[in-house]
């Protein structure tokens, strides 16, 4: 394969395998007639952590970036190249993006069909899109953004501290790292950290003819798109100059 290719197998397939499992542990959790129905909100921040480790394995070969906030701030950042063999340029650039967005909404969409059954017996409209996207507890768009900013900055800052580091760290750190994340600052607008993450299966929750959905909050939309990203910017900007 060329490097579009690859960037555009790996990355779907990795970033698909995060929403999978991701959307999957906060379905197992909010959907009725589930075996983990009720269980307590660690179960999702450990779930999505989980999730994490096993995409970027996925995505390894590229890079295991599976988040656009990965990809802008490596781009903005002193770096040549997104991962051994595949330069930083518009084209590559375009297709991580790319490729990050369809991999989640394909994520969601198996993590839909795996649940099938419990989304038909759940009634809850908050609950059914809480599965794929996220939502703030308090609406405050201009709160909600500033939180998914600070949540995004630790995230970005500390992936490139773990680069700096003997052992250079792997997906396990990460993991851990996204497990702190959703403990610590999660609370106020369910982290979502990742635009592609949010967004890709919000447009899901949209298409689907899921029993009882009702809409799919596009006013509160670009808050996890936005944060996220300027928060990737600030972490790499503030990365160089630590």
């Known amino acids: 394969m060329g490097i579009i290719e690859t960037i555009l197998v790996h990355e779907i397939v990795g970033t698909a395998f995060l929403t999978l499992l991701g959307c999957g542990v906060v379905a197992n959790v909010l959907l009725s007639k589930t075996n983990g129905h009720g269980s307590d909100g660690i179960v999702i921040f450990f779930g999505w952590g989980l999730a994490v480790f096993a995409a970027v394995y996925v995505a390894y070969d590229t890079g295991g970036h599976i988040n656009p906030a990965v990809t802008i701030a490596l781009l903005v950042g002193p770096a040549t190249q997104y991962a051994d063999g595949i330069p930083i340029t518009v084209a590559t650039t375009l297709a991580y993006l790319f490729a990050e967005f369809v991999g989640a909404f394909l994520g969601a969409i198996i993590c839909y069909l795996a649940y099938k059954k419990q989304y038909d017996e759940t009634g809850d409209v908050g609950a059914i899109l809480a599965t794929f996207s996220t939502a703030p507890t ?21 992936i490139i501290m773990f680069g700096h580091t003997p052992s250079g760290l792997g997906p396990l750190a990460v993991a851990l790292l996204v497990v702190s994340i ?21 447009v899901a929750h949209a298409l689907l003819p899921i029993r009882h959905k009702g809409d799919s ?8 798109v936005i944060g996220p990203i300027i928060g990737s910017l600030l972490a790499a900007l503030a990365a160089q100059v630590y």
């Open 217 to 224: 909050n596009w006013s509160y939309a670009l808050v996890p």
């Open 182 to 202: 959703g403990a610590s600052l999660g609370g106020p607008t369910g982290y979502a950290i990742n635009p592609a993450r949010d967004l890709g299966p919000r």
């Open 138 to 158: 308090v609406k405050s768009h201009g709160w909600n953004l500033v939180t998914e900013i600070v949540g995004t900055f630790v995230l970005i800052f500390v």
